[in-house]
């Protein structure tokens, strides 16, 4: 294997770990931001709900898929078993999103080497 081609491989490896980087934190920061600015900003005592339900329901879809792998959250009894089951659905979350960033990411790179930008 000539230099070259060691040196290049070792660059698409980087980009690879660049994206991978990338796409855990923006998967992280997809699903905490929400969080964050809904404890800041919103008034729970407030008539109008709508927002909270809307973060809610982008939050914990991905929850909906473990009552397949045989963990049913919604019937969890302790307070324990809900804090186990809420960080269990912001873990799959947090990989659900990074996985679907890491591929948007991925698309955008093979457009951008395919225009020669």
Same mark, same amino acid.
């Given at each position: 294997?000539?230099?070259?081609?060691?040196?290049?491989?070792?660059?698409?490896?980087?980009? !690879?770990?660049?994206?991978?980087?990338?796409?855990?934190? !923006?998967?992280?920061a997809?699903?905490?931001?929400?969080?964050?600015?809904?404890a800041?900003?919103?008034?729970?005592?407030?008539?109008?709900?709508?927002?909270?339900?809307?973060?809610?329901?982008?939050?914990?879809?991905?929850?909906?898929?473990?009552?397949?792998?045989?963990?049913?959250?919604?019937?969890?009894?302790?307070? $324990?078993?809900?804090?186990?089951?809420?960080?269990? $659905?912001?873990?799959?979350?947090?990989?659900i999103?990074?996985?679907?960033?890491? $591929?948007?990411?991925?698309?955008?790179?093979?457009?951008?080497?395919?225009?020669?930008?």
């Amino acid at each position: 294997m000539s230099p070259d081609q060691r040196r290049s491989r070792r660059i698409a490896r980087w980009k !690879l770990v660049k994206r991978l980087m990338l796409s855990l934190f !923006l998967g992280g920061a997809i699903t905490f931001l929400p969080l964050i600015l809904q404890a800041v900003f919103l008034d729970p005592d407030s008539p109008n709900l709508s927002t909270m339900r809307f973060v809610a329901t982008f939050l914990y879809w991905p929850s909906s898929f473990l009552r397949w792998g045989g963990l049913d959250c919604p019937n969890a009894d302790s307070i $324990a078993d809900k804090l186990t089951c809420a960080g269990i $659905a912001l873990t799959v979350d947090i990989f659900i999103y990074s996985a679907l960033c890491f $591929a948007l990411l991925t698309r955008i790179n093979e457009r951008r080497r395919m225009t020669g930008a």
